[in-house]
């Protein structure tokens, strides 16, 4: 939330420098002194740590960069010198392959808590709208550094995800056909496809920061939501961001960062495939080709359309839907803590979510295609059903008057008439 300026400079160089170029004044408002919410949980911890994932995929991607070959005949081999013969290569590798994995972890589990606690109401539609946009460049970035270690699974992955472009050709003839040579640089998958996939994927980080700077320039416009969904009112119902959530946030960090090294150290495959340490052979096809974990709620519902086109359209609709979850959901309480028939209808949203995760990675067939349709078609009944409709109908629980009667039992005396006026 916009706030005064507190900073004062200490020396004649801060307000030299101050005057010039307030970089310390911007921190120490915005990251030291802003006033947050006293309320909020663990599951706000999820922006810094994500945060902190993005500049240590860039710094290990940037060094494997200096070492791998984005050539067809040398790629594979390329990585494999990594993991043997350069100084730390191995750990660099993991540290970059485990990292994708829990940057997505993180970024769901940041992304449900906003879908929880309402975080996409006004006035953080914008706010809302450029967290989507990052999810949708770290798949985007994720599928091209995947296709980089140049294995079967790699290879494959990218012949099946570039391919369903050709389904244009049902609206356009010859578009998809055109556009899907146009990424291969070619008539197949080949060299000139690696070097395109290899320079996105080294771009595409940079932008995503870009991106991560407007998230939270536009979270301090309005100020962080909070579990109970209400406004601030008062001064008294906040706490500066430090000490009081640089320390949570710190220790939750450390928390995370310890998962990430069991993974890492114990475990460092375990989320991915052994046919990726096969080269990749354009003649033989793998029995069953299985994209990374975090891709595959998205994979089966491509798979749960028969059709090429509708699957197509199915894929994108699942991602692009998020983008109008604020218009989408009616209910005028942020928080699903005070929804009681809502909060049924999200828990099984979570649900399918992974249901669709195992079936992903299922052959498409029997009771598994069959599921698969089914939490399909509730993934999209979720935002086009159930969040329009029980929003209108469905009665809240009582709201607290303000954020200090939820948390202390007892409301501020500036918080009653507003509260009356909200009633009204």
């Known amino acids: 939330m916009a706030h005064p300026s507190l900073y004062q400079p200490s020396s004649g160089v801060e307000k030299w420098l101050d005057e010039r170029l307030p970089v310390v004044r911007v921190v120490h408002d915005q990251f030291m002194v802003f006033p947050t919410p006293r309320n909020l949980n663990y599951w706000w911890t999820f922006g810094v740590i994500l945060t902190f994932m993005l500049v240590a995929q860039i710094i290990t991607g940037v060094v494997l960069a200096m070492h791998y070959i984005p050539a067809e005949d040398r790629a594979f081999d390329s990585v494999e010198r990594i993991m043997r013969d350069v100084n730390w290569g191995w750990l660099l590798r993991y ?8 940057f997505f972890l993180a970024a769901y589990i940041h992304t449900l808590r906003g879908l929880y606690y309402g975080s996409y109401k006004a006035p953080r539609e914008v706010l809302w709208i450029l967290g989507v946009l990052i999810l949708l460049l770290m798949i985007a970035t994720a599928f091209m550094g995947y296709s980089l270690p140049w294995g079967q699974m790699s290879f494959w992955a990218v012949t099946v995800i570039t391919n369903l472009f050709s389904s244009l050709d049902a609206v356009i003839p010859g578009l998809g056909t055109t556009l899907v040579q146009w990424i291969w640089g070619g008539f197949s998958v080949g060299g ?5 996939l290899y320079s996105l994927h080294y771009l595409f980080p940079f932008i995503i920061a870009g991106v991560v700077v407007l998230h939270i320039w536009a979270l301090h416009i309005p100020g962080n939501n909070n579990p109970t969904g209400i406004d601030v009112k008062s001064p008294k119902e906040t706490v500066p961001f430090h000490p009081y959530y640089s320390i949570k946030d710190g220790f939750a960090l450390v928390m995370f960062l310890l998962l990430f090294g069991v993974l890492l150290f114990y475990a ?25 974990w975090y891709f595959l709620p998205f994979y089966a519902i491509l798979r749960a359309v028969p059709d090429k086109l509708l699957g197509v359209v199915a894929l994108l609709s699942s991602i692009g839907v998020l983008f109008f979850v604020p218009w989408l959901d009616t209910s005028k309480v942020r928080s699903t803590r005070y929804r009681p028939l809502y909060k049924w209808f999200f828990w099984a949203f979570v649900v399918t979510c992974i249901a669709l995760g195992y079936l992903g990675a299922q052959a498409p067939d029997g009771w598994y295609l069959f599921f698969g349709r089914v939490f399909t078609i509730y993934y999209f009944a979720f935002f086009l ?3 329009p409709v029980l929003g209108k109908f469905e009665p ?3 709201l607290p008057g303000s954020i200090t009667e939820a948390v202390l039992g007892h409301e501020t005396p500036a918080a009653k008439p507003r509260k009356r006026e909200a009633m009204a």
């Not at 540290?95 to 829990?102: E, F, I, T, Y």
């Not at 000139?192 to 395109?196: C, M, S, Y």
């Not at 991915?272 to 299985?290: C, F, K, R, S």
Request: proline content about 18%.
């Open 95 to 102: 540290a970059h392959a485990v990292g994708a994995s829990m």
């Open 192 to 196: 000139p496809t690696l070097n395109r």
């Open 396 to 398: 809240p629980r009582r």
């Open 268 to 292: 460092p495959n375990l989320l991915g495939h052994a046919d990726n340490y096969i080269p990749a052979n354009p003649l033989q096809t793998p029995p069953h080709i299985v994209p990374e």
């Open 385 to 387: 059903v159930v969040m």
